[in-house]
């Protein structure tokens, strides 16, 4: 929520099944829409998260820097999402909380330490105070934007994802906005 909405819930309720935001943001001049599903961790939901997997190109894993048994339950995600993703997607480990430093149980070079040696991106953030939100978000974007590129894919053909310049979306809206005058729109 506080990278797609600027919002922060101090009481969050239990995710069942999967949540879906969406934003429109600009990577180096490329209009990118970045769809999150926030999928369930709770193994009721476990063979409705795999199914998810299957069309990403990017996962976040989010442990909290204050729960030790959060960092814990990374390996087994990581593998989850090795076992049921694209060999191509982009990891980003991500310790959240860190407006709470007096109570945290996993060092910044745990955490980091952990990324390096599995190839994945890492930050920490905080989504009370939007510490590093944008930033991981934006980076993510970027490296999966940089990774379709350098596989020489259509990004328009590859698992939904759609990409379009600034020129192209003005064009479109100019063209939709001269047919709904020719129809009597406003």
Known sequence: MQFTENKFREQH?????????????????????????DTAGHEAFQSITRSYYKGAVGALLVYDITRRDTFNHIVKWLNEIKENGSKDITIVLIGNKNDLENERQISYDEGESFAEKNGLLFFETSAKTSSKIAEAFNTSALKILNNIQNLGKDPNLNNGIKINNEKEILSRKNLKNSKNKKKGCC
């Open 13 to 37: 309720e239990i995710t069942i099944g999967v949540e879906f935001e969406s934003k429109t943001v600009d990577i180096n001049g490329k209009i990118i829409k970045i769809q999150v599903w």
